[in-house]
C-alpha cells in the first residue's frame, strides 16, 4: 500500500550512511572473501562479515567437501580473531525426514559445530504444516518462527520464539500473553 512504499522509501534514503558493504562478486575463493574481510575492515571498519553460504565457498585444492569445509571454518574463525570482529557463516542442513532442524545436520562437517561459538536454528514448523510447538508457550506456530540456540560457547542453550513475515522475510519480536515480555528460555 502507499504508506508501505512511503516507509520503505524513507528507510532506503538511510541506506547510503548505513555503514552496509555487500561484496556481491561471484568469485567463492576463500582467499578472495578473506582478503576482502581485511579490506573492508582496514577501510571502514567493519565489525562484522556475512558468508552466504559455507558451502560454496571454495578453497581451490581437490580436497573432499568435508575437508574444505572444515579448513574454510578455521579460516574464518582465525580471521574473526584476528581482526577482532564477528563472522557469520550461513550453512545448508543436510536434509532429513524430521524437518526439525539439530546442530548435527549442519551439512558438510562436524568441524563447523566445533568451530563454532554460536550455533543459531531456525524453525518454521508452519511451513511444514504442523501447526503445534511441542514445547512453546505460543498456542500455534502461524505467523513464527523458533530460534533454537544449538550451541553457545559461555552462553549457554536455549530457545525463543519470533514473529515471523513471510512476505518480507522478516522477524519481529513476540509479546507472550501470559508474561508480557519477549524474553528467551534458557
Known sequence: NRYDWQDFNTKLQ???SANIYIDDCTNSNIDYIISGIKVAHMQHGIQVAVIDYLQLVK???KKSDESEIASNTRRFKNIA???NITVILLSQLSRQQNPKP???RLRGSGQIEEAA????L????EYYGIMQYD???????????????AKGRNYGVGKFWLNFNPQTTSFTNIEYENTGTNEPTF
Open 135 to 149: 514445547d512453546s508457550p505460543l498456542q500455534n506456530t502461524a505467523g513464527t518462527a523458533e530460534v533454537i540456540i
Open 14 to 16: 538511510l541506506l547510503p
Open 81 to 83: 580473531k584476528e581482526l
Open 59 to 61: 578453497d581451490g585444492t
Open 122 to 125: 531456525l524453525w518454521r514448523p
Open 102 to 104: 539439530t546442530i548435527n
Open 117 to 120: 561459538d554460536l550455533a543459531i
